[in-house]
């Protein structure tokens, strides 16, 4: 993507982006100050053939050295603990470096305390990939709805549960819909960590802690998977007129504290969350001063998280903030 953007992002914002270091946790590390070369990166299984300078030791010493101005962290999501990206995302602002990460864990786990260590360094951290793929979810809540208050939000944020449910709704079994998935390689040969909620919940208290002020982790999400629907269950809301969502909703309660639910719901034909198929995902805002404001997605790729991470970076480096 930085290649295939390079001349407009010299063109419209003056900016050449240089991969300045890459560290894998199995395919080595490199740094090389002058930039690395990206098909090279690419070609190769080893990066540390490619690098240039000190020995490396371990990925903190990596983070220490590598001379960019924005690190951008893309490990494994831990939905348990947010570990050890967390570590890794604390070690990037100590560094003086901005940060961007398209992973769930650190956001979950740390929004607070890393939005405190970028503000008090005069950094930025930036995670739009984290939910719904790249879709302008938190740079919507940073800019356009500046002093607006989030009173609640319902989204579909799920979507393997979403492609499975609307399978389903074609007369499809759970079992055959997850069969397909899985051999499409759409769905984890382990899919508990969408069938039981976990993904919905961990993007639900992200979505809660850094639109409502909330401080919830995945845990302290009212949890319940899809596997208890039968197809008879799917099909009798059908023939009402409706349809079964993995919906994922957040809302104050009487006393102010932000509430959280992950469950299979019965949607009506006008709720515009009904109409997500397959992979779709979506988000209604609801806001004192806008009403309901929904974001809709079409299916991801790889591509539009990777286009989260590269407008991060460029509203951290580009023309508007200089
Ligand atoms: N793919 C998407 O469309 C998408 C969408 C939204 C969010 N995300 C999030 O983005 C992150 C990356 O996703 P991905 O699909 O690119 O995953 P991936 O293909 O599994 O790549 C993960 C990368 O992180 C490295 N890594 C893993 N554990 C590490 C550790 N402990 N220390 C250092 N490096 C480590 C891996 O190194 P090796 O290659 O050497 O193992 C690999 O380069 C995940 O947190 C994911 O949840 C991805």
Request: charged share 20%.
């Amino acid at each position: 993507l930085i290649d295939d953007k390079a001349e407009w992002l010299q063109k419209e914002q003056g900016l050449a982006f240089s991969i300045v270091g890459i560290a894998t946790r199995s395919h080595g590390m490199a740094i090389n100050a002058q930039g690395l070369d990206h098909a090279a990166c690419l070609a190769t299984n080893d990066l540390s053939s490619l690098h240039l300078g000190e020995p490396l030791g371990d990925i903190f010493a990596f983070i220490a050295q590598v001379p960019a101005q924005v690190i951008l962290e893309g490990t494994w999501v831990n939905p348990q603990t947010g570990q050890p990206a967390t570590d890794y995302c604390r070690a990037a602002l100590r560094a003086g470096k901005h940060l961007v990460t398209a992973n769930k864990g650190p956001v979950a786990f740390a929004h607070g305390e890393l939005t405190t260590l970028a503000a008090e360094r005069g950094l930025k951290f930036f995670y739009e990939s984290t939910v719904m793929d790249g879709a302008p979810i938190h740079s919507l809540r940073r800019t356009a709805l500046l002093g607006a208050e989030v009173q609640g939000l319902r989204g579909i944020l799920n979507s393997t549960t979403n492609s499975i449910l609307s399978r389903m709704g074609e007369g499809l079994s759970f079992e055959a819909a997850l069969a397909e998935m899985q051999a499409a390689g759409t769905a984890e040969a382990d899919p508990s960590n969408d069938i039981e909620g976990w993904d919905a919940a961990i993007k639900l208290a992200i979505l809660a802690n850094t639109m409502m002020g909330a401080d919830l982790r995945p845990a302290g999400v009212d949890r319940t998977g899809i596997r208890g629907l039968s197809a008879e269950d799917i099909l009798a809301a059908k023939h009402a007129g409706e349809v079964y969502k993995l919906l994922c909703e957040a809302w104050r309660d009487s006393s102010g504290r932000v509430q959280a639910k992950v469950a299979p719901a019965r949607l009506s034909a006008d709720d515009p969350l009904a109409h997500l198929g397959g992979a779709s995902s979506g988000l209604t805002i609801q806001t004192d001063v806008l009403g309901g404001l929904s974001i809709l997605k079409t299916p991801s790729s790889p591509r539009s998280t990777a286009y989260g991470m590269f407008v991060d970076t460029l509203n951290i480096l580009g023309r508007q903030q200089r």
